[in-house]
């Protein structure tokens, strides 16, 4: 009899093992992280923001303050679904842990007029202003298969710079330029 008890015990230990497992395989699918690298600040970050469908505030707030207008300092909170957007292009595009190049995060108001005043292709009322844009690069991609892979999840604006070298995704109203 004892012989039966022990097998039993090793077998659910072993089934529970298994289970345990699973189940970090399972969370560690539902991590969902980003590598940036801003172009102008030379800093870096990998950060965790969310894991299942919880936002998590400490890897937000990383991410507000490494996309800060780099010309003044200033932070603001951005929509969380532009996070998920920029991991999902990294994963539609075959590099899910890809660092992404960022190029421009947030602007204030006078950062954007400092570049409208350079440049007519700066909106007046740009999405940047409300931390719903960013501008970005991913080493060994064309910023061509960039914009396409963009364009394809339908999840916002898609601009592109080709000359510049860089692409501008949002998540405000589905549009192109």
């Known amino acids: 009899m004892p012989r039966v008890v022990f097998i039993l015990v090793f077998a659910l230990s072993a089934q ?11 969370d560690s699918e539902n ?34 303050h490494f996309l800060r207008d780099h010309r003044t300092g200033e932070v603001r909170h ?3 679904r532009l996070f998920d957007l920029l991991s999902n292009i990294n994963a539609s595009v075959g590099r899910p842990n890809e660092e992404i190049n960022v190029v421009c ?11 409208r005043h350079r440049s007519s292709a700066v909106a007046k009322h740009s999405l940047h202003m409300q931390a719903m844009a960013i501008d970005i690069r991913l080493p060994g991609i064309s ?13 916002g604006g898609v601009g592109y710079y080709r000359r510049e070298a860089f692409v501008h995704v949002d998540v405000g109203r589905v549009r192109r330029w």
């Not at 529970?16 to 399972?26: E, F, I, Q």
Request: without cysteine; proline residues 4%; glycine residues 6%.
């Open 105 to 115: 995060g947030y602007r204030t108001p006078w950062s954007n007029a400092f570049l």
């Open 31 to 64: 991590i969902h992280r980003l590598r940036l690298y801003h172009t102008h600040t030379n800093e870096h970050i990998d950060v965790v923001y969310r894991k299942g469908d919880q936002y998590l505030p400490a890897g937000i707030a990383e991410l507000d």
């Open 143 to 155: 910023t061509e298969r960039l914009r396409e892979a963009a364009l394809e999840l339908h999840r």
């Open 16 to 26: 529970m093992a298994h289970g345990a497992h699973d189940s970090v395989n399972h």
């Open 78 to 80: 951005f929509d969380p």
